[in-house]
């Protein structure tokens, strides 16, 4: 997923599976750096933070996976899509396309297609708390089981997601799981089925012919008028 970032991942479903488990911070290995050691290793950590982010919501576009399992609390998974500020994620029940300019939600249950503008904050009630600036973050890297573990710790003031970690296979660089921090609360999600560049803009349009029995809520329209 602009350099005004949402976090891959996938956005809405992360924050609905709010679950009690604590993120490790690595704070034993930063006791033992030394403080250009600890210099070295934070821009280490942001430039494979960056070189990730970019290719998850750069030009070229990508694919994701992902899959969260916690035992009788919550399961789901789903394919996303990210390109040069548009996304596209599937589920069992709700298939988003959001091309730039309109937003569109399928709720397959309902069978109700519902529209908003591409920027407007109301279209996901907690978009707000899922952007991600990675400038906004103190990083850390560690080297465990031929992993990366790239560990952001969010800055004082900063809202949403105030600590993240990313897992990367060490030879190949790609995203294995996430695990994300709301306040008190945190969340792993594995990740799969990655590939980066070559993703099709239509992938991105929504197929109105398709849907067009379904019922449809404007609220391109409806939202203006309040402003």
């Keep these: 997923m602009k350099m005004e970032r949402k976090c891959v991942n996938g956005r809405r ?5 709010m679950v009690w488990m604590m993120l490790g911070c690595g704070y034993a290995l930063a006791q033992k750096m030394t403080p250009a050691q600890k210099a070295a290793n934070a821009k280490r950590a942001k430039e494979l933070f960056e070189t990730t982010f970019k290719k998850v919501y750069g030009e070229e576009g990508s694919r994701l996976t992902y899959s969260v399992n916690i ?4 399961k789901t998974s789903g394919t996303i899509y990210y390109k040069n500020g548009k996304e596209r994620y599937d589920e069992k029940k709700i298939t988003v396309w ?4 309109q937003y569109v939600r399928l709720n397959k249950p309902k069978e109700t297609i519902e529209i908003y503008a591409s920027d407007d904050p109301e279209r996901n009630s907690h978009s707000g708390a899922m952007k ?3 400038d906004n973050y103190d990083y850390e890297l560690e080297t465990e089981d031929g992993e990366y573990k790239i560990e952001l710790e969010a800055k004082k003031n900063v809202d949403g997601i105030k600590r993240l970690m990313l897992a990367l296979d060490q030879k190949s660089l790609v995203p294995k799981y996430l695990k994300l921090r709301f306040g008190i609360f945190s969340i792993k999600v594995q990740l799969s089925n990655i590939k980066f560049g070559d993703i099709n803009d239509s992938l991105f349009d929504f197929p109105a012919e398709k849907y ?4 449809k809520i404007d609220h391109r ?5 309040r402003k």
Excluded: E
């Design 71 to 74: 035992i009788g609390v919550f």
């Design 132 to 134: 991600l600036n990675p």
């Design 13 to 17: 479903v992360m924050l609905l599976l």
């Design 98 to 101: 959001n091309d730039g300019k």
């Design 212 to 215: 067009k029995g379904l019922k």
């Design 221 to 225: 329209t409806q939202n203006q008028k």
